[in-house]
């Protein structure tokens, strides 16, 4: 079997190291004739997020407070079953995590700057809704609604 090509990078130099992840095979559901019932391709990676030293402290504490509705007991797990082989399930979950970890740890984006709505705009809208009023006001009045 191929070794899963890692380290997997999260940002920057930051990377997700091989060591710090457990790996748990099952048996996939849905079809696949009898390869799906000899063999245990779907794959959970599972990274302790709580304990680990790879990440920075500040995006560690990011990710622990983004990602805390998947979090149990401060471990992420991510599933894959996607794939026949279960090396390939492997690089897909990995990556699902990197891209996952990667997300949570972006810095917030920064604060949205008030602008002004321009003159042309405004006076466009208003053009338009008085426009289309009267198409309006010019039904029902005509021959046959008496």
Do not use: C
């Amino acid at each position: 079997m191929e070794r899963v090509s890692g380290p997997y990078p999260i940002r920057g130099s930051v990377s997700l190291p091989e060591s710090e992840l457990r790996w748990r095979f099952s048996r996939s559901s849905g079809p696949g004739g009898q390869h799906v019932n000899t063999t245990d391709t779907q794959v959970e990676v599972l990274f302790d997020l709580a304990a680990t030293s790879a990440l920075p402290e500040v995006w560690k504490e990011r990710a622990l407070d983004r990602l805390s509705g998947r979090l149990a007991d401060g471990v992420l797990t991510v599933r894959a079953s996607e794939h026949r082989s279960q090396w390939r399930n492997r690089e897909t979950a990995a990556r699902r995590l990197a891209a996952l970890l990667a997300e949570a740890t972006a810095p917030p984006p920064g604060p949205r700057r008030a602008t002004r709505v321009p003159r042309g705009v405004v006076e466009r809208r208003l053009r338009d809704k008085k426009r289309r009023a009267d198409v309006k006001r010019g039904r029902g009045r005509g021959q046959g609604w008496d």
